[in-house]
């Protein structure tokens, strides 16, 4: 095999040309099921996200720790001076090298070498789209809903008596519930000191806190099935 750069700057580089900026992921998506399926490997594409290898591909019941390597695939608008790649000595310019689509060829990479997928853990490959703009546009969470191998399976493997679907499908392990109810004012944030003693926007609390809306059933009932 190849040293690890002179496998790594040529992907980087097919990976910036495509720009995919984010809401027109479809190049980049369909070049992922195209490289995958081409290589004998298990492909689901959702929307324009794409996930390699969930499970194995001979159905059967491998006992190994399952690693996730995910990386999103979209970038924001490119300037005149981002494309195409060009490589500079030791660095690759383009828009997306440093977000993300450097970390998502080190994910393919690894993910490719045969060596590691016979070591001593089960792969998987997940290039979601829609990660630089709106919350509601990101389609992690239709991913890991789509794909049950991806959450719960393994958990009921291991053994867990509570099945969750974790962090990942929703902004945040908080913000669906303090923003959930009435009396509470995310428009008009206050500011308040945060962790390290900066500055940091709050929601307001504006008026008596009463539940509007269920927070959390979609989520349950993903967690139940």
Known sequence: MPPVTDRLVP??????????????????????????????????RIANSVVVDAAPADGSDDPRPFVLLVGHTDVVPPTADDLPARVDGDAVHG??????????????DVF??????????????????????????NELRQVLTAVAELTGAEQDRAGLDIITDGEMRRESYSNRFATAPDGVDIENPATTAGRTGKPTRVPRITGRIRRRHPAAVRDTEFSRR
Do not use: F, N
């Not at 995919?20 to 492909?43: F, K, M, N, P, S």
């Not at 490719?112 to 709106?134: F, H, I, M, S």
């Open 11 to 44: 992907l980087l580089v097919e990976l910036v040309d495509m720009p995919c900026v984010t809401g027109d992921e479809d190049r980049i998506a369909t070049w992922l099921v195209d490289r995958y399926t081409g290589r004998g490997a298990q492909v689901q």
């Open 95 to 108: 828009r997306g090298t440093s977000d993300m689509k450097s970390g998502l060829a080190v994910a393919m």
């Open 112 to 137: 490719e070498d045969a060596t590691v997928r016979a070591g001593p853990v089960r792969l998987a490959l997940v290039a979601y789209a829609g990660e630089e703009g709106a919350h509601a546009d």
